[in-house]
């Protein structure tokens, strides 16, 4: 007998399907060529199946982001999670993890989020409509700096969400240079990141 779905994770499976197709869209050919039209038609919905879970082309690109920043967190947390220090080995894991993330995604992505943020920039409209959702987004990942630190008994330097802000405002311009330069800041950016962490003596 076939599994019935719930109304929630028929929607839950939309939406998973639309970030997809987003995502897709968004990195073939930039914001803000990209429609909704052609997205809800890579995706195989309506138009106003986008509607239903996004109010705006913004809202939409914010989730995909958010969506990119909770894979980072995960595998953050998942190397974290037996560790007991942030050594030489932690930080490698790490950074590994980052760089095959980036390169799966690939720079196109990482250019969408300057092209997003320079889109913002031209567009205090659009800027002011999404001010709250790009606050939740780093308030979220500040809550999980938080968590992190407290597991392992450790403090910061700078204010976790100082530490988030910083970590969302060069997230990009790391997987930018390391890709299109041919250089590996990955490991020494990790590095600088974690230099802000005070380890229990």
């Not at 968004?26 to 919905?45: H, M, S, V, W």
């Not at 220090?85 to 196109?108: N, P």
């Not at 969408?112 to 001010?131: K, Q, S």
């Not at 802000?165 to 390391?178: C, N």
Request: no cysteine; glycine share 4%; aromatic share 10%.
């Amino acid at each position: 007998m076939a599994e019935r779905w719930t109304r929630e994770r028929r929607l839950e499976h939309t939406r998973s399907v639309l970030l997809d197709a987003a995502e897709e869209v968004f990195a073939e050919k930039g914001f803000t060529p990209a429609t909704l039209d052609d997205i809800a038609r890579t995706a195989g919905y309506t138009k106003g199946a986008i509607y239903k879970h996004f109010a705006t082309k913004e809202d939409l690109f914010l989730a995909v982001s958010d969506r990119y920043w909770r894979r980072y967190f995960d595998n953050f947390a998942e190397v974290m999670a037996s560790a007991s220090r942030v050594g030489a080995h932690e930080l490698d894991e790490i950074a590994e993890r980052w760089r095959q993330l980036s390169i799966d995604r690939g720079a196109d992505h990482a250019a969408l989020g300057l092209e997003f943020t320079l889109y913002l920039l031209r567009n205090p409209d659009a800027r002011e409509r999404v001010a709250a959702k790009r606050a939740e987004v780093v308030d979220q990942l500040a809550k999980f700096i938080n968590e992190g630190m407290t597991r392992l008994g450790a403090s910061l330097l700078i204010s976790p969400l100082t530490f988030a802000q910083a970590l969302v405002a060069t997230s990009d311009s790391v997987v930018l240079a390391s890709q299109l330069d041919d250089i590996d800041l990955y490991r020494p950016v990790v590095e600088m990141y974690t230099s802000v962490i005070k380890l229990p003596d």
